[in-house]
């Protein structure tokens, strides 16, 4: 939302201005000694050839070597840059490396219904200071299989965290989270990701071709199988128009695909791992009008007979979902559910969501409606 944005943005500009005035007269006093060298070399240079104190050889030594020296000084300011990424790089594996893990029990339970129950759950972790933040408190509700749970709010409320609660990215601090009636950390990890697909807001495609980019949904799948799930996500309409079809490679992060056509590939797996429970993290955030259409129509396929759990940005994807909950977290304090209910009953509610949506209608790229549900 622009009541977001533009503090931000006017924030990010007020700190780039302070900072360029601290360091501007040091970096220019030291970039002026290096480009200024030839002012003293040459003439003394010169000064010392007419007085006889060195050849022409000699001076041409030391005039070449003079202007030269600047270069390395250069480079080395360059690496002490490098070396601050490289020292924030080295500080986030040592900080992975002594994370605790969390404790798989490798144990496979028979599952009935895939229904997600979250019961009170609480959430914290450590900021920069080393202190630790609650991001979410008290958070319930329940995902019927069949049905579509959407997840809005403003940013910073916590969905993106409740939602890598849900796939046991991390543990709550407090409550718990079942899944057709088992808590997640009863469950092997292994047999928990089968449950499983992620599409997230940010696709991975690996340098490889759309055929092997699918197939990673199950390995073992068959080519008829990779078809069928590449026509349920709208990925045949793309490779009709690659040169070789579905042994086109995509390139490094998929980057020969526009954001549009990565997330429909990413779909195409989701539809060939075909798991129980679906999660979305804002699969059309990078879609282009045309993209969106075919990935919202590869969604309302997917979420058939489904568990659905999405985070939406555009409101309009969420127009049709069974339930919809507003995250809310108002100034420091953790992320809350402050409403829930369909998209009616929410906008006749007047309340944030009330407020979200008419910030979104006001919009000029206003999204296409209806989305996951194909409501009319």
Do not use: C, K
């Given at each position: 939302p622009f009541a977001e944005t533009h503090p931000a943005v006017h924030y990010a500009s007020r700190f780039q201005s302070q900072w360029g005035r601290e360091v501007l007269p040091t970096f220019s006093l030291f970039f002026v000694l290096v480009a200024t060298n030839a002012l003293g070399v040459v003439p003394l240079g010169v000064w010392l050839w007419r007085t006889g104190s060195v050849d022409e050889r000699t001076l041409v030594f030391f005039i070449v070597f003079g202007l030269g020296y600047s270069m390395p000084v250069v480079k080395l300011l360059e690496f002490f840059s490098s070396l601050d990424h490289l020292t924030f790089g080295a500080r986030a594996i040592l900080e992975l490396s002594d994370a605790d893990a969390l404790v798989d029990g490798q144990r496979r339970v028979e599952f009935d219904e895939p229904r997600l129950t979250v019961t009170a759950v609480d959430f914290s972790h450590l900021d920069d200071a080393g202190s630790r933040r609650q991001v979410l408190r008290n958070i319930s509700f329940v995902a019927e299989p069949g049905t579509v749970t959407a997840i809005v709010g403003p940013s910073g409320a916590g969905k993106s965290t409740l939602v890598k609660l849900l796939c046991r990215f991390w543990d709550p601090d407090a409550g718990s989270i079942t899944l057709g009636g088992h808590d997640l950390r009863d469950v092997g990890v292994d047999q928990l990701m089968e449950q499983i697909s992620f599409v997230f807001q940010e696709p991975f495609l690996f340098d490889e071709t759309v055929r092997a980019n699918i197939a990673l949904g199950r390995p073992t799948a068959t080519d008829d199988e990779i078809l069928a799930a590449a026509r349920a996500a709208r990925v045949d309409r793309i490779v009709a128009e690659l040169p070789d079809g579905f042994d086109t490679v995509v390139g490094e992060r998929g980057s020969r695909l526009s954001g549009g056509e990565q997330q429909r590939v990413t779909l195409a797996r989701a539809f060939l791992k075909s798991a129980p429970v679906v999660?979305?993290?804002?699969?059309?955030?990078?879609?282009?009008?045309?993209?969106?259409?075919?990935?919202?129509?590869?969604?309302?396929?997917?979420?058939?007979?489904?568990?659905?759990?999405?985070?939406?940005?555009?409101?309009?994807?969420?127009?049709?979902?069974?339930?919809?909950?507003?995250?809310?977290?108002?100034?420091?304090?953790?992320?809350?559910?402050?409403?829930?209910?369909?998209?009616?009953?929410?906008?006749?509610?007047?309340?944030?969501?009330?407020?979200?949506?008419?910030?979104?209608?006001?919009?000029?790229?206003?999204?296409?409606?209806?989305?996951?549900?194909?409501?009319?």
């Open positions: 999660i979305l993290d804002e699969a059309t955030a990078f879609s282009d009008p045309e993209n969106e259409v075919a990935i919202q129509e590869g969604i309302a396929a997917l979420v058939e007979g489904r568990t659905v759990i999405m985070i939406a940005h555009r409101l309009s994807t969420v127009v049709g979902a069974d339930t919809i909950l507003v995250l809310d977290a108002p100034g420091s304090e953790p992320g809350e559910i402050v409403e829930r209910g369909t998209h009616d009953e929410l906008v006749a509610a007047d309340g944030l969501y009330t407020q979200m949506w008419a910030a979104f209608t006001e919009r000029d790229d206003v999204g296409l409606g209806d989305a996951v549900r194909g409501a009319p």
